[in-house]
């Protein structure tokens, strides 16, 4: 029988470990800085401009959070995303990855949050490996390497996608079959 | 009416588990004549919604009251929301339980059955205020590490030039496919950029794989945003994700060219 109820010291060391990373990040800009002044400055300058263009999505990723805990229950997110979702669920999922627009890690607190509402791995894996396909950059990939390549490219990615998500639902929940 | 119970065993012999998450099988029991339906129930691997999902299973399965040794109280009060019953905490065999429903002496019934009843509450949509602090709470949850991997992304740039990494490419199909998808794994971000790397790289005399592999991984594996994940996935579900992504990028690499017949 499982304990009930939350131990307070297991998540305020955890809280503190969170910690650890950016931490362990700003003491390697500190020593660099001393080898290599010039670049260090440079390398924080180049961290700017990527926040630069996370803001846009960032934002866009939060707006969706607070719709999310306003209107969604996690009956919602379960039924739509949820590990019986069935092929709503695969293309909602899919078309949700291909829209998603910015770096990944913008919608890594977004992805969380539907998480612990309900939504299956099998889907949270399926949108982070549906982004490489993207309709409105489509245009500029036939430009550069012809029609024949980007269509085979996009297909081959999108199926590519759900054999991801299926490897990761099989190694995440080893009692299951994957979907 | 049909209840739900978590319980050790698929049989009414079995004891009522503590948790819907946790319990291994999900016993869907019609009162009238005591017929039941046994489902698996959802892995402790799913993490936090494995409750979620035990509750979506029973509702779908036609439960209208839930009884179990334990509920989270915001997944009951939704759960009563929507008309269905919640009654905690019960412990003992799955009969008698169901025993104790129908005569309504279950903790918290008075004297008969708890039929279903939706109610309407001024409560019943959360407010915008609680809506944003929620959002905030979470979103600052994962932020130091997100702090962190901006930092090393900024650092990365910083440092390794993509010149320096052109060079490293040999013209043979094997190596570049491994190149083009770790250095993808590394570099990431949006597409477009992947596209002007890779036509670089065609121009320098790259192999098509070399391209197609950079292409790929450039999107789907992302090795710097790795501790961001973790934090906000988990260990098991971020690195699972990313080996999948990375073979899947040479995989996909390959069979471009070879669909293409190796021309662009």
Same mark, same amino acid.
């Given at each position: ?24 990040? +700003? ?62 669920? +695969? ?89 | ?65 839930? +009884? ?174 990313? +080996? ?21």
């Amino acid at each position: 029988m499982k304990t009930i109820g939350h131990d307070a010291k297991p998540a305020a060391n955890r809280k503190h470990r969170q910690w650890l990373f950016p931490a362990g990040v +700003i003491v390697v800009y500190l020593t660099i800085y001393f080898v290599a002044p010039d670049r260090t400055v440079n390398a924080l300058m180049a961290s700017g401009n990527v926040l630069k263009q996370m803001a846009l999505p960032l934002l866009l990723a939060f707006a969706m959070m607070v719709v999310l805990n306003l209107f969604i229950t996690p009956a919602h997110v379960s039924r739509f995303l949820g590990s019986r979702a069935g092929i709503k669920g +695969i293309l909602l999922s899919s078309v949700a990855g291909i829209l998603s627009m910015g770096p990944v890690y913008t919608w890594l607190p977004f992805l969380a949050a539907i998480r612990k509402k309900g939504a299956s791995v099998f889907h949270l894996a399926n949108f982070l490996s549906s982004r490489a396909v993207k309709p409105v950059l489509l245009p500029l990939m036939i430009g550069y390497f012809g029609w024949r390549f980007a269509l085979i490219f996009t297909v081959l990615n999108m199926a590519g996608a759900l054999l991801v998500a299926a490897v990761v639902t099989y190694i995440s929940d080893g009692r299951r079959k994957s979907r | 009416m049909k209840i739900a119970i978590p319980a050790t065993a698929p049989d009414l012999g079995a004891v009522v588990e503590n948790r819907l998450g946790a319990a291994p099988y999900l016993l869907v029991i019609n009162t009238e004549d005591m017929s039941f339906e046994a489902v698996a129930g959802p892995s402790p691997s799913i993490g936090p919604g494995a409750g979620i999902e035990a509750i979506s299973i029973v509702t779908d399965m036609g439960a209208k009251a839930i +009884i179990a040794g334990f509920v989270s109280p915001h997944i009951a009060l939704t759960l009563e929301k929507n008309g269905i019953a919640v009654i905690t905490p019960v412990g003992g065999s799955v009969m008698d339980a169901v025993e104790k429903y129908r005569r309504g002496v279950l903790p918290g019934m008075t004297g008969g059955p708890q039929q279903p009843e939706v109610l309407i509450d001024s409560h019943a949509e959360p407010q915008l205020q609680t809506a944003f602090r929620k959002a905030a709470r979470q979103f600052f949850s994962i932020f130091p590490v997100l702090a962190g991997v901006i930092l090393l992304v900024g650092l990365f740039r910083g440092f390794i030039s993509r010149d320096l990494l052109l060079t490293i490419f040999s013209g043979k199909v094997i190596q570049d496919t491994l190149w083009g998808a770790c250095i993808g794994s590394v570099l990431s971000g949006n597409p477009v950029n992947s596209y002007v790397v890779a036509e670089t790289l065609l121009k320098m005399g790259v192999s098509l794989f070399g391209a197609a592999a950079l292409m790929v991984s450039w999107v789907n594996v992302g090795l710097l945003q790795l501790p961001a994940e973790i934090s906000a996935l988990g260990t098991r579900f971020a690195v699972s994700r990313t +080996i999948a992504a990375f073979l899947m990028a040479i995989v996909v690499s390959i069979l471009t060219v070879f669909l293409t017949g190796g021309r662009v």
